[in-house]
């Protein structure tokens, strides 16, 4: 017969500062794959495209002011138009509204992006922390 013994040791920080690394690695992955997915739908046309369909641009602006932060402290992440670039028009677009004394109707682009790419989140954080 054999007899054995083992003892093991947890360093509960050591394991909260990889999950954190980890976990703001893979947001900034996801935050990316939604931007692209985002970028990619939008497309340049003259013509306004039709309500429930993401947006046409015609100089591409939109789709140049889709951007992400991650924020380490929180541990989150932020995609979508910045407003410094195209003011309220990415929100009119999306959820409808008022922008520059015209209606527009519902044009999402962001959260059918995200639909598209939700198969693949749990992906980015699978096996991330060792």
Do not use: C
């Not at 402290?73 to 015209?102: C, D, K, M, N, W």
């Not at 682009?109 to 096996?127: H, S, V």
């Amino acid at each position: 017969m054999i007899a054995m013994r083992a003892k093991t040791m947890l360093d509960k920080q050591k394991l909260r500062t990889k999950f954190r690394q980890a976990n703001f690695k893979n947001l900034g992955h996801a935050g990316a794959a939604l931007r692209l997915t985002a970028r990619r739908s939008i497309r340049t046309r003259q013509k306004p495209s039709p309500a429930g369909t993401p947006p046409h641009t015609r100089r591409g602006q939109l789709r140049r002011a889709i951007a992400y932060s991650v924020d380490k402290q929180r541990q989150l992440v932020v995609i979508g138009p910045e407003r410094e670039a195209v003011g309220t028009s990415g929100s009119a677009h999306e959820f409808g509204g008022r922008y520059r004394r015209e209606r527009y109707p519902r044009r999402p682009f962001m959260g059918p992006a995200l639909e598209k790419i939700q198969d693949r989140l749990p992906g980015f954080w699978a096996n991330s922390v060792r």
